[in-house]
């Protein structure tokens, strides 16, 4: 059974730019959310994806966006990056979106600059 | 609105001392409550959760509704036990399906 992993791990990005961040879902989940954890704080909830369709989202602007593919793996991507994005992101499974013990991933470090 | 409240960022105590991490939580219906542990250079992991009524590593966590409270607690603190925690509420309600709401976090750094 392999875990929840996240590519990359780190990445540096120029204000204004575009970002795609990864994440593979451990096996047999099928649910995976995305959070944002800015220094000393706890993670925020950006969105869920179920099933390959948005399933919740939290109070984060449209340009934060996502996807969920067919294999359940899924990708986070935020337009015109603003220095406040500057955050680890975390990404979660589950199986359902009932059961909530969500495995996390590593995360993925963002620097905007 | 759905909210919790971890009023320490950090707890330091000494080997071997009880342990209380504080977690207050609003939220009008009937709330699921989880403890997560980030260990250094590690993920965040689910500890425990209140519906198992489960104790993990020795930690257990009592829901206290009148207090809005689900603190955490070890009687006998291990240096092992350094690490970030976080408590966590299941969000209801349209606009917070599928998510966990987490409060800030406490470092516990138990001393030798």
């Known amino acids: 059974e392999t875990g929840v992993t996240q590519s990359p791990t780190h990445l540096i990005k120029t204000r204004g730019q575009q970002v795609t961040l990864r994440c593979s879902s451990q096996?047999?989940?099928?649910?995976v959310s995305w959070y944002q954890q800015a220094l000393g704080q706890g993670p925020q909830f950006i969105f869920q994806?179920?099933?390959?369709?948005?399933?919740g989202r939290g109070n984060f602007p449209p340009r934060f966006s996502g996807l969920q593919f067919p294999n359940y793996s899924s990708e986070l991507n935020v337009n015109a990056l603003e220095l406040d994005d500057s955050a680890l992101y975390l990404c979660a499974s589950s199986q359902g979106t009932l059961r909530t013990e969500a495995f996390f991933g590593q995360g993925t470090r963002l620097t905007v600059v | 609105a759905q909210r919790v409240t971890q009023p320490e960022k950090l707890l330091s105590v000494f080997k071997g001392a009880p342990v209380e991490l504080k977690c207050n939580y609003s939220?009008?219906?009937?709330?699921?409550l989880f403890w997560y542990v980030q260990y250094s250079r590690q993920r965040l992991q689910l500890l425990l959760r209140h519906i198992s009524r489960e104790s993990i590593k020795g930690f257990t966590a009592d829901l206290n509704k009148g207090e809005t409270s689900f603190h955490l607690k070890k009687p006998f603190a291990q240096e092992e036990d350094s690490a970030m925690y976080y408590c966590a509420l299941k969000g209801h309600g349209s606009s917070n399906t599928g998510k966990l709401i987490f409060g800030q976090g406490t470092t516990l750094q138990v001393k030798p």
């Open positions: 096996s047999g989940h099928n649910t």
């Open positions: 994806y179920y099933r390959e369709e948005e399933n």
């Open positions: 939220y009008s219906g009937s709330p699921e």
